[in-house]
Structures are given as C-alpha cells and as structure tokens.
C-alpha cells in the first residue's frame, strides 16, 4: 500500500490550500480514507474521513470550513480547506486501512506540511 500526499504549502489565515492523495495497492473504490493531522507537541488527529459510500464525518474545529471528497477513477482522495486558520499548522497525513479478522491495520502517507500564517 502506497499513499502519497501532496498540496501543502504555506498559506495565510483566511486563504485556502487543496491536498490530495493518491493510493495504490489497494482496491480505491472500497476503502475507507481519512486525513489527519500532527501538530508539532501534540497527538495525530483525525481531520476529516470518507467511508467507500461517500459518507463523511469532520473534526468539530474544521466542519464547515474543510470537504473531504474522493475520485474513485482516479485513486485519489482530497481535502479542500478554506477559511484557514493558524491553528491548522500541521503535517497532515492521508490515511487507509485494513481489518482482517478483527484486526485493523493502519497505512500512512508521509506527510505534507501546512503552514499559516498570521
């Protein structure tokens, strides 16, 4: 399983960034995929996820200003953020996993820094 992430940058508050992700190894178009993200001193936090049936769910600090979607043809995952805020500063991390016999394994991208600025 591969992800690579990319679209990070630096940003000013208010403005907008789009990341993405691309998959292989895996069959895209019935996986579940998240992004999080990993500020520096603190733990990884689910940001935003999207079950294989386009049902999503959003950290509370980022409903309504953050979309998760996905282009299954294209073995990608995006996540648009607008209204970007500094507290949004963070390697963010495009996510999948896998659960066989009850056990779930987690795969992860390498990260793609976020940065905004004041």
């Known amino acids: 399983v591969q992800l690579v992430e990319s679209g990070g940058g630096l940003v000013q508050a208010g403005g907008s960034l789009r990341l993405s992700c691309v998959a292989s190894g895996i069959i895209f178009g019935i996986s579940n995929m998240g992004w999080y993200r990993q500020a520096p001193g603190k733990e990884r936090e689910l940001v935003a996820h999207?079950?294989?049936?386009?049902?999503?769910n959003y950290a509370d600090s980022v409903k309504g200003r953050f979309t998760i979607s996905r282009d299954n043809a294209k073995n990608t995952v995006y996540l648009q953020m607008n209204s970007l805020k500094p507290e949004d500063t963070a390697v963010y991390y495009c996510?999948?996993?896998?659960?066989?016999?009850?056990?779930?394994?987690?795969?992860w991208g390498q990260g793609t820094q976020v940065t905004v600025s004041s």
């Open positions: 999207i079950t294989r049936n386009d049902n999503t």
């Open positions: 996510n999948t996993y896998q659960t066989n016999w009850g056990i779930r394994s987690d795969y």
